[in-house]
């Protein structure tokens, strides 16, 4: 066992990182980018463990198995702050205060590591803020931040940093790491490995939740229902209508035991009236849920229509007699028939009218019923 295991696919990086972790000095800041599921957040709390691993050894550093990388692993190092957010962006306050931390000497290690999981939810501001704390680091802090791509992080930040870049590994890797690490049938990994499109964590929750399987299915065969505009209309408000079911879902009951937690906190009664001096507080903690349950919409939206993409690829290779290995193979018989009345051209300008709408929902206030109503109607 070692902090590598679960780096399924990525040989270049783990070794990247051995070499990294069994430096005397290694450098003071790292940039791990790669696309959504390809194990950004994995590989940086890898690499810090490896930093902070007990083997005397430098070249067997990250074992695994010692008291540092153990709780590196578990999130409970007194050495390692992590970051991530689950509102729409990062604040210049969260910022300010990494800023803070990175001053303090390793308590128990060699390294104070900084993990930020979300550096492309940083606002300007937020990632300046940081600038000069990567730019004149403290002797023994290290920073290891996380994106998309390099090209979503300002480029006096990525300027100074390490580049590390995952890819997307292989559905036969993922199915593996499913079936060693969770104990899942290998048949159900390998599907749903595929239906995820080697994204680690969607391929889990495809694999242990029928439910997950059932509303991808139902997206999936979103177009093989588009008649007409009144029938693309009402797959467009199913679509958004499940995006606002699971977020309020996925938060109901978190909102109410915060907001309990903080009332009893303040030593005030749940059904009392909230005295005028600490509404600030409430109101602040309300903003904060309204800003998260934000974020999983538009998280649940980008899931949502890049599945629908996978429809339209699956298509595009069958019309190019590429169709060897379909994401949606079990909808193969659907997928050639689709095929067969359509062009090539007509399938790109499809996925370009998905994309397009994808990034409108991310980066602009659009509502997104509007937004997929009108790619619902472009895409008859």
């Known amino acids: 066992m070692s902090v590598w295991d679960d ?48 083997a005397p050894d430098p070249a067997l550093r990250g074992c695994g198995e010692c008291k ?39 308590s128990t290690g060699r390294w104070r590591v900084i993990i930020v999981e979300d550096a492309d939810r940083m606002q300007e501001r937020s990632t300046n803020v940081l600038l000069k704390a990567i730019e004149e680091p ?6 290891l931040l996380c994106a998309p791509s390099p090209g979503d992080v300002l480029v006096t930040i990525r300027s100074r940093c390490r580049a590390v870049s995952l890819r997307l590994p292989p559905v036969e890797d993922v199915a593996d790491l499913l079936v ?53 209309m009402k797959a467009a408000a199913d679509l958004v209508a499940l995006a606002e ?21 303040l030593g005030v009664s749940e059904t009392g009236a909230v005295p005028p001096s600490i509404r600030s507080q409430v109101k602040r903690l309300e903003e904060d849920q309204v800003r998260r349950a934000k974020r999983s919409k538009n998280d649940y939206f980008d ?35 689709y095929a067969n009345h359509g062009s090539p051209e007509q399938t790109l300008l499809r996925m370009e009218e998905i994309t397009v709408v994808r990034r409108r929902l991310v980066s602009t206030n659009v509502a997104p019923l509007l937004a997929i109503e009108a790619m619902a109607v472009s895409l008859l």
């Open 7 to 54: 780096l399924q696919g990525q040989a270049p990086v783990v070794e990247q990182l051995r070499r990294g972790a069994a430096q005397a000095t290694p450098n003071h800041a790292w940039l791990f980018t790669g696309p959504p599921g390809s194990g950004r957040s994995n590989a940086a709390r890898a690499f810090a463990a490896a930093l902070l691993c007990d």
């Open 68 to 106: 540092a990388c153990r709780t590196v692993l578990a999130g409970s190092h007194a050495d390692v702050t992590s970051v991530t957010t689950e509102k729409v962006t990062i604040s210049i306050e969260e910022a300010r205060e990494l800023v803070r931390k990175a001053q303090d000497k390793p």
């Open 138 to 143: 403290p002797p023994r802090t290290i920073w």
């Open 180 to 232: 060693r690490r969770d104990g899942i049938d290998p048949e159900v990994a390998r599907n749903a490995a595929r239906a995820a499109q080697s994204h680690i964590g969607i391929a889990k929750r495809l694999a242990t939740d029928e439910g997950a399987r059932t509303r991808r299915e139902s997206i999936v065969r979103l177009p093989l229902s588009l008649r007409n505009v009144s029938g693309a």
């Open 245 to 265: 079911a699971e977020a309020t879902s996925s938060f109901e009951q978190r909102d109410a035991a915060e907001r309990q937690a903080l009332l009893t906190s």
């Open 303 to 337: 899931r949502a229509l890049t599945d629908l993409l996978s429809f339209y690829r699956d298509v595009l290779m069958l019309q190019l007699g590429s169709g060897d290995s379909l994401v949606n193979e079990n909808l193969r018989r659907e997928l050639t028939e």
